[in-house]
């Protein structure tokens, strides 16, 4: 059972827009900066966003982040077959003393 | 450019050690927190420990406090983890980062990883 909470699976037509939620509570997502990774299979994870919103030199604008409160949010524009991939939400959470990660969003392009 | 290389990985029987090796290069080392984050076969992934830019703070996931070390040796530009009294559920990929950001870490360079097996 992950600190941060995601869904599972999302999928899309290609072209389409995607949304990954990433709910967690105020000693994490509601005090600390959220960033976002993409692990394609069989590869490391990337990083996409930091700090909530700041996307990583060289990520496609496409790819944006946001944050309410205690929930972060990934959109994905223009889904292309490449972006199928595991995406994870993560933060410090100030409680644990630790990091914490997302359970992982699988992105399907259909 | 950064490039992060770990080392160390293998199979070892149940409650034995393994000493994990990353070599970083392309940056100043010294300047950067690093961590480890494991991935189980088929699992998502799950953050290890952290040490800051001296070595001065160290943090461990609860599943593995009190049976692994991360340290440094900054004039190597490598970081260790040290790991003790393996259980079958340490089964993972091993992975080191750097930390890019400066208020929330966020981790922005990874190694390969390499896989430690715990089995009888």
């Known amino acids: 059972q992950s600190v941060l909470t995601q869904p599972p699976s999302v999928s899309a037509a290609p072209g389409q827009k995607v949304t990954i939620s990433c709910s967690g509570s105020?000693?994490?997502?509601?005090?600390?900066?959220v960033s976002w990774y993409q692990q394609l299979p069989g590869t490391a994870p990337k990083l996409l966003i930091y700090?909530?919103?700041k996307r990583l030199s060289g990520i496609p604008d496409r790819f944006s982040g946001s944050k309410s409160g205690t929930s972060a949010t990934l959109d994905i524009t223009g889904l292309q077959t490449g972006d199928e991939a595991d995406y994870y939400c993560g933060t410090w959470d100030s409680s644990l003393s630790a990091w914490v990660f997302g359970g992982g969003t699988k992105v399907t392009v259909l | 450019q950064v490039q992060l290389v770990e080392s160390g990985g293998g199979v070892v029987q149940p409650g034995m050690s393994l000493g994990l090796s990353c070599a970083a290069s392309?940056?100043?080392?010294?300047?950067?927190?690093m961590t480890w984050v494991r991935q189980a076969p088929g699992k998502g992934l799950e953050w290890v420990s952290f040490i800051s830019y001296d070595g001065s703070n160290k943090y461990y996931a609860d599943s593995v406090k009190g049976r692994f070390t991360i340290s440094r040796d900054n004039s190597k530009n490598t970081v260790y983890l040290q790991m003790n009294s393996l259980r079958a559920e340490d089964t993972a990929v091993y992975y080191c980062?750097?930390?890019?950001?400066?208020?929330?870490?966020?981790?922005?360079?990874w190694g390969q990883g390499t896989l430690v097996t715990v089995s009888s």
């Open positions: 980062a750097r930390d890019y950001c400066s208020i929330t870490s966020c981790y922005d360079s």
């Open positions: 700090d909530n919103n």
């Open positions: 392309g940056f100043s080392f010294s300047y950067n927190g």
């Open positions: 105020n000693s994490n997502v509601g005090n600390n900066y």
